[in-house]
């Protein structure tokens, strides 16, 4: 049996996507407005949203044409996150239209709720969220005993509509609006975090304990690798800005950037952004195509993908000088942006660990 190579190129069409969905947040996001909205009560942009999710109906590229999606892939995903992370875009993207859509697909042939439930995400009227800590990827999911206790650090839970809730009797669907939310400070702004208290609430059994927890470690599983796309994003702008302000930034009637030892650092990190590139697509590609490769190509991606992103988020801040140090350049979103993702849906530790189960190797130390 012949194995089919991964496709790691972009096809017209997924261009094309990046083209407009770079236009439209070049037109509605900038460095002021981002840092006024993160020191805000809503750190969330709801036009913004309602442009990407609803005008442009990218909440529903997962979901397929059936149940109101786009049925499209998650190599489109993968496109649009790299161009969030790109602009650093204050939308709830990777956790409702990637991480819980992805949750519910899994559940298989759907019942009549998780239909409707599906059908307002894809519309992008709603969104979801999967209260698990933000930290856990696939590996690292427990179930809780029932609807109770309080689950820390939920991504964009405070904004939410609807919390997707893994627990021993079952997948269950609560209104997010009847838990009570604690918006904490996360480091990065651009990516809320709160604590969610369920006691009390009630909720709609979507399925059963073992249905709903393959569910869920597939929602997370999908996260993380297109969490990559997003990590690229951010080191290519870094790494874009940092090549042209060394190009422009003279010192000693000479532009910064012709100095050997910096020329050698960009140089580095242009490598390792090709290479996160390649890990990033081959995750993406693994995903659409239901690879049996993909839990390997996904553990790949975040393992490598997470430390670039930091690299050249560290970089852009130190090779601009002092500049890079101030509140109103945008590199330190871009860095807390990295850092934040790096201890995301796994951490880079628990993923290397992946690869060394899945091929057969000693964990690594």
């Not at 559940?107 to 599906?118: M, S, T």
């Not at 604590?195 to 569910?215: E, F, H």
């Not at 390997?296 to 975040?302: I, K, M, S």
């Amino acid at each position: 049996m012949t194995e089919t190579a991964p496709d790691l190129l972009y096809s017209e069409a997924e261009e094309d996507l990046r083209a407009a969905v770079r236009s439209l947040l070049a037109d509605r996001t900038d460095t002021p407005s981002a840092l006024a909205r993160a020191e805000s009560d809503t750190p969330y942009d709801p036009r913004l949203w309602q442009a990407l999710g609803v005008d442009m109906g990218l909440a529903g590229l997962l979901v397929p044409e059936k149940l109101g999606g786009q049925g499209a892939g998650h190599r489109e995903a993968a496109v649009v996150l790299e161009e969030i992370g790109r602009s650093v875009a204050p939308v709830p993207y990777l956790t409702s239209a990637v991480v819980a859509t992805e949750t519910l697909l899994a559940l298989g042939a759907p019942a009549p709720e998780v239909a409707a439930l599906l059908g307002e995400l894809a519309s992008g009227r709603r969104t979801a969220a999967l209260a698990v800590p933000f930290s856990y990827g696939p590996g690292s999911l427990r179930l809780r005993d029932g609807l109770d206790g309080t689950v820390r650090t939920v991504a964009d839970a405070a904004t939410a509509d609807v919390l997707l809730v893994p627990t021993a009797q079952g997948l269950y669907a609560v209104e997010a609006g009847e838990a009570a939310r604690t918006a904490l400070t996360p480091l990065d702004l651009t990516r809320p975090l709160a604590d969610v208290a369920l006691d009390g609430v009630r909720g709609t059994l979507l399925a059963d304990a073992d249905t709903g927890l393959a569910a869920a470690r597939r929602g997370l599983l999908a996260g993380a690798g297109l969490l990559a796309s997003e990590q690229l994003g951010v080191a290519e702008w870094c790494l874009t800005e940092t090549v042209a302000y060394t190009r422009d930034r003279k010192q000693f009637n000479r532009p910064v950037g012709s100095f050997q030892a910096l020329k050698h650092r960009m140089a580095q990190v242009w490598l390792e952004v090709v290479s996160a590139r390649a890990a990033a697509r081959n995750a993406a590609d693994a995903l659409a195509t239901g690879s049996p490769d993909a839990p390997l190509a996904v553990a790949v991606a975040q393992a490598y993908c997470s430390r670039v992103a930091v690299r050249a988020a560290e970089e852009c801040v130190q090779l601009h000088g002092g500049i890079g140090m101030t509140w109103e350049h945008p590199a330190h979103l871009y860095l807390k942006r990295a850092k934040s993702a790096q201890s995301a849906l796994g951490s880079a530790g628990e993923h290397r660990a992946s690869v060394a189960e899945i091929v057969g190797l000693p964990a690594p130390a």
